[in-house]
């Protein structure tokens, strides 16, 4: 009917409502949500509160970068908030997050209990096994609406609860934005991951700067970019002396990938940084219950390094670390070791081993269809850049059969 509010304006209205936000505040969480950069170029506040009586009262829908930072602020996909989504929007794998939604009841008032703190906190180590075992197709729906309900507590907390629950909300917004990465969702990645970096200096807990800080180093690995990469380990790693060994090792295997990605190749380089992480992988001891990958992965300093002379070229000693990783990596922890054998054939297709890269890539095909994990998926359609010599043969053909069906 002529003069109806669109739904999408509606829900625009509703979502600001249940969080009790004036047009004012609602203003504030979308500036609060962006980038610096994507800050420098917003107009001012009032500019943007008349945006919004706008948007709520259906005139035009919101243009990005708003369309994406209200997604951000209220954790619900594009095609959910808007009733539409542009085809390079969607994820490429079967995760329909378009069904998260926030949780269906008003938001917590009075005081918010400390112990909460603790609650989610301890929820952490269950949701990194079910990552291993699951892959991000079955973990994202769970993990986001912890994430939503935790800044919606941080919302209604006095420090330093508050503190304490945005320390929790840093490490699931850095989980979210694995899981997307791992799914292939690079833009709800970054979303996540620059919702990582905010909340991190907004708990004021310089460990937890560092450690967004590796994990925006940690995308920009999959957009090989590796200056980019080597920019955050460095500045992860700016009061070095003042950071717990965990966060130093993470910030210094990126800055080891990083290296491995630019055209100079300093092999040199990748190794004294590798080499100084391994020093500290027997001190990290601390109490964080995020980031643990290096002490939870048996051989941890080994896989960077076999993954860094995978792009180095150094193929003969990339197959060495891996003959010896795979041979005592755990079972359960089937998609992370299906990216370690896609690698390892990678390394045996330039060789070559045509037989034994065959076998690996028959075996890991399954492992991707299984889990949903797009990372895994591009591990395997890499393999047959590095087998252009035997590509005409018969092994080539059943690689290239085998890999069309990943």
């Given at each position: 009917?002529?003069?109806?509010?669109?739904?999408?304006?509606?829900?625009?209205?509703?979502?600001?409502?249940?969080?009790?936000?004036?047009?004012?505040?609602?203003?504030?969480?979308?500036?609060?949500?962006?980038?610096?950069?994507?800050?420098?170029?917003?107009?001012?506040?009032?500019?943007?509160?008349?945006?919004?009586?706008?948007?709520e009262?259906?005139?035009?829908?919101?243009?990005?970068?708003y369309?994406?930072?209200?997604?951000?602020?209220?954790?619900?996909?594009?095609?959910?908030?808007?009733?539409?989504?542009?085809?390079?929007?969607?994820?490429?794998?079967?995760?329909?997050?378009?069904?998260?939604?926030?949780?269906?009841?008003?938001?917590?008032?009075?005081?918010?209990?400390?112990?909460?703190?603790?609650?989610?906190?301890?929820?952490?180590p269950?949701?990194?096994?079910?990552?291993?075992?699951?892959?991000?197709?079955?973990?994202?729906?769970?993990?986001?609406?912890?994430?939503?309900?935790?800044?919606?507590?941080?919302?209604?907390?006095?420090?330093p609860?508050?503190?304490?629950?945005?320390?929790?909300?840093?490490?699931?917004?850095a989980?979210?934005?694995?899981?997307?990465?791992?799914?292939g969702?690079?833009?709800?990645?970054?979303?996540?991951?620059?919702?990582?970096l905010?909340?991190?200096?907004?708990?004021?807990?310089?460990?937890?700067?560092?450690?967004?800080?590796?994990?925006?180093a940690?995308?920009?690995?999959?957009?090989?970019?590796?200056?980019?990469?080597?920019?955050?380990?460095?500045?992860?790693?700016?009061?070095?002396?003042?950071?717990?060994?965990?966060?130093?090792?993470?910030?210094l295997?990126?800055?080891?990938?990083?290296?491995?990605?630019?055209?100079?190749?300093?092999?040199?380089?990748?190794d004294?940084?590798?080499?100084r992480?391994?020093?500290?992988?027997?001190?990290?001891?601390?109490?964080?219950?995020?980031?643990?990958?290096?002490?939870?992965?048996?051989?941890?300093?080994?896989?960077?390094?076999?993954?860094?002379?995978?792009?180095?070229?150094?193929?003969?000693?990339?197959?060495?670390?891996?003959?010896?990783?795979?041979?005592?990596?755990?079972?359960?922890?089937?998609?992370?070791?299906?990216?370690?054998?896609?690698?390892?054939?990678?390394?045996?297709?330039?060789?070559?081993?045509?037989?034994?890269?065959?076998?690996?890539?028959?075996?890991?095909?399954?492992?991707?269809?299984?889990?949903?994990?797009v990372?895994l998926?591009?591990?395997?359609?890499?393999?047959?850049?590095?087998?252009?010599?035997?590509?005409?043969?018969?092994?080539?053909?059943?690689?290239?059969?085998?890999?069309?069906?990943?």
């Amino acid at each position: 009917m002529p003069g109806t509010t669109p739904p999408w304006a509606v829900r625009l209205r509703a979502e600001r409502r249940k969080r009790r936000w004036t047009q004012k505040e609602m203003a504030r969480e979308l500036v609060r949500a962006a980038g610096p950069e994507t800050q420098s170029r917003l107009p001012e506040r009032e500019s943007i509160i008349r945006n919004i009586k706008k948007w709520e009262a259906g005139e035009h829908q919101p243009k990005d970068p708003y369309r994406l930072l209200y997604c951000q602020v209220f954790c619900l996909e594009e095609a959910r908030l808007f009733d539409s989504a542009r085809p390079e929007q969607r994820t490429i794998t079967d995760v329909d997050a378009s069904t998260i939604e926030p949780t269906p009841y008003p938001p917590h008032q009075g005081p918010v209990a400390p112990e909460l703190v603790m609650y989610f906190l301890e929820q952490l180590p269950g949701h990194y096994k079910a990552d291993m075992w699951l892959g991000p197709r079955h973990l994202i729906p769970t993990v986001a609406t912890q994430a939503q309900l935790i800044r919606e507590l941080a919302q209604a907390a006095d420090a330093p609860v508050r503190r304490g629950l945005l320390s929790a909300g840093v490490a699931y917004a850095a989980l979210l934005g694995w899981l997307y990465q791992d799914a292939g969702d690079i833009k709800h990645s970054g979303n996540w991951r620059t919702l990582t970096l905010d909340m991190a200096h907004r708990s004021q807990n310089p460990q937890l700067i560092s450690y967004a800080l590796t994990n925006k180093a940690m995308l920009a690995v999959d957009l090989e970019d590796g200056r980019m990469v080597v920019d955050y380990a460095e500045a992860a790693l700016t009061e070095e002396s003042k950071l717990c060994p965990k966060v130093r090792v993470l910030a210094l295997v990126h800055q080891a990938h990083g290296h491995s990605m630019l055209p100079a190749k300093d092999k040199e380089q990748v190794d004294r940084l590798l080499d100084r992480a391994a020093e500290l992988v027997g001190r990290v001891d601390d109490e964080h219950p995020w980031g643990n990958a290096c002490r939870r992965t048996p051989g941890y300093i080994d896989i960077q390094r076999a993954t860094a002379y995978l792009r180095l070229g150094a193929y003969r000693e990339a197959i060495t670390l891996w003959d010896q990783i795979l041979g005592a990596a755990p079972e359960s922890a089937r998609r992370d070791n299906g990216v370690f054998w896609a690698r390892q054939a990678s390394a045996l297709a330039a060789i070559p081993e045509p037989e034994r890269v065959i076998q690996i890539v028959s075996t890991t095909a399954p492992i991707a269809q299984g889990t949903g994990s797009v990372r895994l998926r591009q591990e395997l359609k890499a393999i047959p850049r590095h087998a252009t010599a035997w590509a005409a043969t018969a092994s080539g053909r059943e690689l290239a059969e085998i890999i069309s069906l990943v």
